[in-house]
């Protein structure tokens, strides 16, 4: 059974690393694709492989808006044609690469694996954050050697914090996250809400960083996942005794893109709504975030392991914590069975989070 929609907008990158006149070479649901702007500025996506004898066309050149092979040197074009056979005057006329929909969209590139006559570019989920005056964006990118649902599952749990980020995000007292509680919403038919305020607790490391401040706060975490592979992490913290209103704010996009089966793309942006034009405060951030990304990925590698060892069908015993990754889950399975029983079936993904203050109910 497939684990991933193919009928999809995925993240491939960040825009500019198709700057300049190389490319940028990567593999995504198991297809090797090789990535570069023209002169023109217009995006290429190829099939990396060579149709002559298959060698990756990343292993060769690019000549202006060509690639050359660097086995033969066949050329091919952006559409994908071979213009050039070195040695013989007659172009094989099969001699052709497939290529994919690539487009920029705040400041992060888009690749269309599936069926290229439904890559319709409404169903990009919007990430204004991005690129939007009002916030500030962080970025980084992790290789993850994990099933892609994996990290969706460790996002949507938001059970973990005092074990696996003490150093980061995590409360040192072991009660004191999971005794609040967390309600769990299916949003728009195809989006998993997990919601938790956590008010009158100790400033986590990364929180007392962002505020620059070491008392008490009020903190609330919003966890979204959106099929097939985005997840959002929205928080927001606060001194006590101020107002929700004036919260420190961050959207995290977590874009999964999976490569294989067992190993992820992990695009991540991290937008905050304060200190906005503070670089010293961006390049905490991003080591911030960086370092709280690389304890899950501790945890997720390890279990990886035990799934390849005990195998995918091992019953897991549930908890409290697992009903929001439980509902992801299952959401994205019903997606995958549709899309391959049904070839008119197209998902349309939910990304919606409001940019005004949550409703909150935790007392200040
Ligand atoms: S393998 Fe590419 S030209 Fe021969
Ligand atoms: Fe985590």
């Known amino acids: 059974m497939r684990t991933w929609l193919i009928n999809a907008w995925y993240v491939a990158g960040f825009s500019d690393e198709l700057e300049g006149s190389g490319f940028v ?7 090797p694709v090789l990535m570069f702007r023209r002169s023109s500025g217009d995006l290429v996506a190829l099939e990396d492989k060579c149709p002559h004898r298959l ?98 599952d460790n996002l949507m749990d938001l059970g973990h914090e005092s074990w696996v980020h003490l150093k980061t995000i995590g409360q040192k007292d072991e009660e004191c996250i999971p005794s609040y509680p967390v309600s769990v919403s299916i949003e728009n038919g195809y989006q998993i809400r997990a919601h938790r305020e956590m008010p009158n607790i100790d400033a986590p490391p990364f929180f007392a960083m962002v ?9 609330w975490q919003t966890a979204i996942s959106s099929a097939p592979s985005i997840c959002m992490t929205d928080f927001g913290v606060y001194p006590v005794g101020e107002s929700p209103g004036g919260a420190y704010r961050s959207h995290v996009c977590h874009l999964l893109t999976p490569e294989t089966e067992n190993t992820t793309h992990y695009f991540w942006s991290v937008a ?13 951030i991003c080591k911030g975030i960086s370092d709280t990304f690389d304890e899950d990925a501790v945890v997720l590698e ?49 990304l919606i989070i409001e940019d005004t203050t949550p409703l909150l109910s935790m007392s200040q």
């Open 25 to 31: 070479s990567r593999k995504f649901l198991n297809l």
């Open 272 to 284: 905050r709504n304060k200190r906005l034009n503070e670089d010293r405060l961006t390049r905490d």
């Open 55 to 152: 060698l990756p066309l990343s292993f060769g050149r690019r000549v202006e808006d060509e690639i050359e092979c660097g086995y033969h040197g066949m050329r091919f074009g952006s559409s994908g044609k071979c213009t050039l056979a070195p040695g013989q005057d007659q172009i094989p006329s099969a001699a052709c690469v497939k290529t994919y929909p690539l487009v920029e969209r705040h400041k992060l590139l888009w690749i269309w694996l599936g069926d290229s006559d439904k890559a319709d570019e409404q169903l990009i989920p919007d990430i204004h954050w991005n690129d939007h005056p009002d916030w500030t964006p962080s970025r980084g990118y992790h290789y993850v050697k994990t099933d892609f649902r994996l990290s969706v």
């Open 302 to 350: 390890m279990q990886q392991r035990m799934v390849n060892l005990y195998g995918k069908d091992v019953p897991y015993v549930a908890m409290k914590v697992d009903e929001a990754p439980i509902r992801a889950r299952r959401m994205l399975a019903e997606l995958v069975a549709k899309e391959m029983t049904d070839p008119t079936f197209i998902h349309k993904p939910q």
């Open 211 to 219: 505020l620059d401040y070491e008392g008490k706060i009020n903190r």
